[in-house]
Structure formats: structure tokens, C-alpha cells
């Protein structure tokens, strides 16, 4: 009698713990899928963040090659970060024309946090995201004047530090 006594006890119990289960699952959980989404979020700003690093620099490689224009420089840009589904803000070249004279190039591409963002964030102070990459134009190392002649360097000279 004491033992079907004790498991009556047992499943009254039982029944009782139910509803608290359900509600221990219901707050527990709610924090587990905030922290969670925010990490997704952060994981996308970190993401988009080296996405444009990487555009700008590919961008800016493709600039210093004698030949290309800032044209294309740019449709480098947008192609790459639409490639990561990034959608950029602006993307700027430096100088606005290349020639034989060029010796840097920079591109700069800029993006907004919000639209490249998949939900409203305000976890980020800074609602833009900036990379700029500059590198020496392919023909830098020869513009060294020749003492011989009055004429920029041609390919027999040895590149040189600037």
C-alpha cells in the first residue's frame, strides 16, 4: 500500500511539473534565438565587411594594368560584391582617368549597414561600412626621367622606389 501510495504522490507531482516546463522552454528559448539571430547578424556586417576589402583590392589590381579604364575598374567593384550579394553605396576610383603619368590608384567602395542587413540592426554604431585600397600603377617604376634625353623612362630602366 505504500509503494502505489508513493507513486500516486509521484504522478500528482508529475502532472503539477508539466506547465512549468513549458514555460522555463518558452523564456530559456526566447533568449537562446536573440542571441542566436545576433550572431547571425554579426557574422553578415563581419562578412560584407571582408567582402568589400576584397572587392576594393581585386578592383584596384585590375586599375594598376596599363590599358584599363576606371570603367571597368568599377563594373569590377559592383561585379564582385553582387557576386557576394552585397549591395554597395558608392564606389569611387582615384584618378577619374588613368594614362601613361598614373602612379596610384585608389578605389574606395562604400556600403550601408541597413540594406545589407537581414533585419533591422542597432547593434552597429556606424551605419556605413569603408574600404579603400591604394596601390602603385603598373608603370610607376619607370617614370624616371632619362639624363640622356627628355623623355619618361622606357622598360630598360630598373624599377625604382618612390
Known amino acids: 500500500m505504500k509503494t502505489s501510495n508513493l507513486t ?7 502532472r503539477k511539473r508539466r506547465g512549468a516546463f513549458t514555460v522555463e ?16 547578424e554579426f557574422s553578415r556586417i563581419f562578412f560584407a565587411r571582408h567582402t568589400i ?4 583590392y581585386e578592383a584596384a589590381r585590375l586599375g594598376i ?25 558608392s564606389v569611387s576610383v582615384s584618378p577619374v582617368t588613368f594614362n601613361e603619368l598614373t602612379e596610384e590608384v585608389s578605389v574606395t567602395i ?13 547593434f552597429f554604431l556606424n551605419p556605413t561600412i569603408t574600404a ?4 602603385d600603377h603598373e608603370n610607376k617604376s619607370y617614370l624616371l ?17 618612390i
Open 8 to 14: 500516486a504522490r509521484a504522478r500528482l507531482a508529475e
Open 25 to 40: 522552454f518558452a523564456v530559456v528559448s526566447s533568449i537562446f534565438f536573440v542571441v542566436l539571430l545576433a550572431c547571425f
Open 53 to 56: 576589402e576584397q572587392a576594393s
Open 65 to 89: 594594368i596599363q590599358g584599363n579604364t576606371v570603367s571597368e575598374v568599377e563594373q569590377r567593384a559592383t561585379k564582385l560584391m553582387a557576386a557576394a550579394g552585397i549591395k554597395p553605396l
Open 110 to 122: 562604400v556600403c550601408n549597414v541597413a540594406e545589407n542587413s537581414w533585419i533591422p540592426s542597432r
Open 132 to 135: 579603400t585600397t591604394t596601390l
Open 145 to 161: 626621367i632619362d639624363d640622356t634625353d627628355d623623355e619618361v623612362g622606357d622598360n630598360d630602366h630598373e624599377p625604382i622606389d
